[in-house]
């Protein structure tokens, strides 16, 4: 009993995280290389960090995600080291240990798997396939809108249609925090019920702080402030401070070249999105598509990061969630298929012969399996059916 209990749990998967193959993988495969062969013909360039690091890359100084979202180990010398839950702190160090002296912008994409830890699945893996871009050494509202832009012509080249890009400015938060005088607690916990749109819980929060009555009301208006570029126009009536002027100021700036791109139709605005991340710095963005039940891609400004780790630069980036994505566009029956050059070549006693159809199916293209046949053709066609082939030969 207890072997046949064994048995059957190592044939399984722990929770979060799943085995994909066949057809399934050969789309999510297509679908990175659609949305590479974008990254790429903006001039971004390959890079590849370590799938773990030290505890500290990720820490709390960092601002990325909770120590126990985090997957740790030891190393031998007794060094905490964790798996990678986020691409962005890895670029940033990797940037400021090749590139300390270099002025120029920096463009990197890069795919890979990360792993979060966490009990809150809500049907979401811990284990997920991302693909992103970072553009370092840029402060400019143009890098900005290229970000967006490339994220959406991104989206487009994967085939998928009808999404939005929802763009927030998270200096806009923190200005109307920091006028009102609040401490980096109440900020921690005001920030969770702004993204939530959860205004009673806000309000609560900050009533018998000694908050002036007009802070709190502006602090509230932010979840109302979501929609059309004209938001922005209200934005500015609510901002109390020269710091959340500028930030309405920059996505105006942002608004006017994502129009020169021809993304505009893509793009709305949302000025209560405040990410968990405590790196992001400015313009921050998410994409939504119908069939997903969160966003599909995020990114924003982290001017402060590579700090961090040494460098003075600002930064921008996304990221897209693949399988989100993926998962996305096959409940909307339009993920698509790549091209299905597989052939299944079967002999009976001449392998010579078999070996000669193989040959010629590859020159041709093809990607050919060249197999003796010893059951009936039936099999074989469902065998084929099964694995993605497109034909079988049989000589």
């Excluded at 811990?126 to 809108?145: F, N, V």
């Excluded at 790196?279 to 402060?304: C, H, L, N, P």
């Excluded at 392998?351 to 020159?363: H, N, S």
């Amino acid at each position: 009993m207890i072997m046949d209990f064994l048995g059957k749990r190592l044939v399984h998967t722990p929770e979060g995280v799943r085995d994909i193959y066949g057809k399934e993988y050969a789309s999510k495969l297509h679908i990175q290389n659609l949305f590479h062969d974008k990254l790429s013909s903006f001039g971004y360039q390959d890079i590849q960090t370590p799938t773990f690091e030290f505890f500290d890359v990720f820490g709390r100084e960092v601002g990325t995600t909770p120590s126990k979202e985090l997957y740790k180990f030891f190393d031998k010398e007794g060094n905490t080291l964790v798996l990678r839950p986020d691409f962005t702190p890895s670029i940033a160090r990797c940037a400021a240990k090749y590139f300390m002296d270099e002025t120029i912008p920096l463009r990197f994409c890069y795919v890979g798997n990360n792993y979060i830890n966490t009990n809150n699945l809500q049907g979401k893996l811990k284990e997920t396939t991302q693909m992103g871009a970072e553009l370092i050494g840029d402060a400019s509202p143009e890098a900005d809108a290229e970000m967006i832009a490339m994220l959406v012509e991104s989206l487009q080249n994967v085939g998928l249609t009808k999404f939005q890009v929802s763009v927030g400015q998270i200096d806009f938060f923190k200005g109307l925090c920091a006028h009102a005088g609040l401490d980096e607690d109440t900020v921690y916990v005001l920030r969770e019920f702004i993204s939530n749109r959860n205004t009673f819980g806000a309000k609560e929060h900050l009533l018998g702080k000694g908050i002036p009555e007009s802070d709190i009301d502006a602090i509230l208006k932010i979840s109302e402030l979501f929609g059309s570029v004209d938001i922005l126009d209200e934005a500015m009536k609510i901002a109390n401070n020269e710091k959340s002027k500028k930030a309405i100021e920059r996505l105006q700036q942002v608004y006017e070249r994502l129009k020169l791109y021809g993304v505009e139709q893509y793009i709305s605005f949302d000025l209560a999105m405040v990410s968990k991340y405590n790196y992001y710095t400015g313009v921050i963005f998410s994409a939504y598509t119908y069939q997903a039940g969160s966003a599909i891609a995020k990114g924003g400004r982290y001017d402060k990061l590579l700090e961090k780790f040494g460098k003075t630069s600002p930064a921008t980036g996304f990221v897209v969630i693949i399988d989100d994505l993926m998962a996305a566009m096959q409940r909307q029956k339009i993920c698509p298929e790549p091209e299905n050059k597989n052939v299944l070549v079967l002999y009976q006693t001449d392998f010579k012969q078999g070996l000669a159809t193989a040959f010629d199916y590859r020159k041709k293209g093809y990607a050919t399996t060249l197999m003796k046949m010893e059951k009936d053709m039936e099999s074989y066609q469902e065998f084929a059916a099964n694995n993605h082939y497109i034909k079988v030969v049989s000589v």
